[in-house]
């Protein structure tokens, strides 16, 4: 199993240029987030879906569209890049092991917008 | 609104001491709490949860213990290795569905 698979590993960007992250899990989880990570400031979610059709606004949505194509992908859209969307990208999926949410990380997509 | 504090300074210790690091959280009641490793250019993995009913949990070399009176959790690395120095995360989870409120990490560096 290759868990979470993310693409493309980097990417620079001009700004108002667009772009999509791809994410992919082989678990059958049926929830799947996109998160963003900023020097100091942790992980903040962007979106979440917490099963296929579905599709909700984290704490840091502006900016940014999602697509729950199917169970196993969910994809992360940048209409129009800005600077401030330099960051790293980590899509994540949990599924339920009795009462545990334990979310699988993939290894991050870095991006930089100039 | 919902604030996870960690240990902001980098933790640096001696190989074979416990490296002790720090969660606090406000305006939240979770229902539960994980704890998760990250090294450089990776993504977070996985090492424990702990439920609000449980006050500590063990595995291996690390132990976790969740105080919900003082709204802390302290996570422990007994026999502290070289290998063990990378970036922990707590991360707080509620009753309804996945969703998890990450602290913002704290570094720890063992040395030899």
């Known amino acids: 199993n290759a868990g979470v698979t993310q693409t493309p590993k980097f990417q620079v960007l001009k700004t108002g240029q667009s772009m999509t992250l791809q994410c992919a899990q082989d678990?059958?989880?049926?929830?799947m987030y996109w998160y963003r990570q900023d020097p100091g400031m942790g992980l903040r979610l962007i979106y979440y879906s917490a099963s296929e059709g579905t599709t909700d606004k984290g704490e840091v949505p502006n900016g940014y569209n999602v697509s729950r194509l199917n169970k196993r992908e969910f994809s992360l859209r940048l209409e129009s890049a800005a600077p401030s969307q330099t960051s790293v990208y980590f899509c994540?999926?949990?599924?339920?092991?009795?009462?545990?949410?334990?979310?699988?990380f993939g290894p991050g997509t870095r991006l930089l917008v100039l | 609104s919902q604030k996870i504090e960690q240990n902001s300074e980098a933790l640096n210790i001696q190989e074979g001491k416990t490296a002790t690091l720090t969660c606090n959280y406000t305006n939240y009641s979770p229902a539960y709490l994980q704890w998760y490793r990250q090294d450089p250019g990776r993504g977070p993995v996985f090492l424990l949860l702990?439920?609000?009913?449980?006050k500590e949990k063990r595995k291996e070399r690390l132990k976790v213990t969740f105080d919900t009176t003082l709204k802390q959790s302290l996570f422990h690395i007994t026999a502290s290795q070289p290998a063990d120095s990378a970036t922990y995360l707590c991360?707080?989870?509620?009753?309804?569905?996945?969703?998890?409120?990450f602290g913002q990490g704290t570094e720890l560096s063992v040395k030899p």
């Open positions: 991360a707080l989870g509620g009753n309804q569905g996945g969703k998890l409120i």
């Open positions: 678990m059958n989880h049926n929830s």
């Open positions: 702990i439920r609000e009913n449980e």
């Open positions: 994540a999926s949990s599924g339920r092991q009795g009462y545990q949410e334990t979310q699988y």
